[in-house]
């Protein structure tokens, strides 16, 4: 039978027509059947799951049937876990940041109080129906970034990456590569989310909607037009991963401030409401990029990190989670990556300032 599915050219002949019309068809049926489609239509969200989460003591977790995905499928939960395994060939180059110094470490740290002048680190967003993870958790980051650096508010656009890196990132709304995101920072700055907005104007508001899903047409061009594209474009100056040692880790958010991570998404994390999250059921569901912003331990003495997520706040703990921290959970620690600011741009607006000095003084 294996052989009737895939011919060998010759073979595409009458006989083979009329073995195929015979057979083939069955064949499909058959196929069908035992693939998991049925499971890819039904609801992400079944109360079973809940009870079996929620009676285990040993879980260090509470599920529950979160808003944002009450009338999801499978598939379109599948579909906004984007990170794709980035291309064996990009690997090699990228620097891995290594934190040599013994910084004394806090035992709780929470970047939204360290740096709470800077209220994007606590924005919580929605990437709607687009598997664009990889896309929002680098914007985010960097837009903290900034703040923490450069000492101002801003934010930056996930529309830019998404729509304008390309294949060099990925595939768009199907999912990309979080480190192919700090490099297109680096080689092409990312403008302000006023000049190019995520939210659209078709369908349901945010680009991949269905059907099809598409991803956004690179404009370079921003809205309303009262600020130039290349004006609105803010720098990195580095993109890199950052070895995965928990404390190496602490180190560059302590530092810098939040980093994108990505980690596998199981079944049961559409469900996560509170509490130290671990994988304790479900099959594997794909690749998801977040924003970590903290770390801590809770008073049963279980190390977690401190995430935001873009799934509305309709999604877990207001829109946070916690995972377990230093066992690589889910992979966690192991695709840390993030970059630097950099000044390139605003030296200009910086510039602009002294001209005007010197205008007024001469
Ligand atoms: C959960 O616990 C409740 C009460 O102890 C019990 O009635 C229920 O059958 C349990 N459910 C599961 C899925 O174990
Ligand atoms: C989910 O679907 C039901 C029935 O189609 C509808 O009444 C409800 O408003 C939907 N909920 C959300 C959050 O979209
Ligand atoms: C979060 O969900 C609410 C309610 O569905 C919606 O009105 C809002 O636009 C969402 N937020 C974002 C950033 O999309
Ligand atoms: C950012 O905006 C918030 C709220 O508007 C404000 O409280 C904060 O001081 C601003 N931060 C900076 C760095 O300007």
Redesign the pocket.
């Known amino acids: 039978m294996a052989k009737a599915v895939a011919p060998p050219l010759y073979l595409a002949s009458w006989s083979y027509l009329i073995f195929c019309a015979l057979f083939c068809f069955n064949l499909q049926v058959v196929l069908s059947k035992s693939a998991p489609l049925l499971k890819l239509d039904s609801n992400i969200l079944q109360e ?1 799951i809940v ?2 989460i ?2 285990n003591s040993k879980a260090g977790w509470k599920a529950s049937i979160n808003d944002r995905f009450l009338n999801y499928t499978v598939s379109q939960f599948k579909h906004l876990l984007g990170v794709k395994p980035t291309p064996p060939g990009d690997l090699q180059s990228i620097p891995v940041k290594i934190h040599s110094e013994r910084l004394k470490l806090p035992s709780h740290f929470d970047a939204r109080t360290a740096w709470p002048k800077c209220s994007s680190i606590g924005n919580i967003l929605d990437q709607g129906h687009c598997g664009s993870c990889w896309a929002f958790a680098a914007v985010e980051s960097l837009s903290d970034r900034f703040c923490i650096q450069f000492d101002m508010n801003i934010s930056l656009s996930v529309n830019d990456l998404l729509s304008c890196c390309g294949i060099l990132c990925g595939f768009g709304c199907n999912g990309g590569y979080p480190i192919a995101a700090w490099r297109y920072f680096k080689r092409s700055g990312v403008v302000t989310e006023e000049c190019d907005p995520y939210f659209d104007q078709t369908g349901c508001s945010h680009p991949g909607c269905e059907p099809g899903y598409p991803t956004p047409k690179c404009k370079r061009q921003c809205v309303g037009g009262n600020v130039l594209w290349k004006k609105s474009k803010h720098f990195s100056v580095s993109a890199y991963k950052v070895h995965h040692d928990p404390s190496n880790i602490m180190t560059e958010v302590y530092k810098n401030g939040p980093v994108e991570v990505s980690f596998t998404v199981y079944e049961d994390f559409a469900y996560y409401k509170s509490g130290v999250y671990k994988h304790i059921t479900g099959a594997q569901m794909g690749g998801h990029a977040v924003k970590l912003i903290g770390w801590g331990t809770t008073d049963e003495g279980e190390d977690y990190w401190l995430l935001a997520n873009q799934w509305n706040r309709s999604w877990g703990d207001d829109g946070y989670f916690k995972i377990r921290r230093g066992t690589n959970e889910c992979g966690i620690e192991k695709s840390v990556v993030a970059g630097l600011p950099s000044s390139k741009n605003m030296v200009q607006e910086v510039s602009n300032v002294d001209d005007a000095f010197l205008d007024a003084s001469a």
Do not use: A, L, T
């Open positions: 079973s009870e079996s929620n009676n």
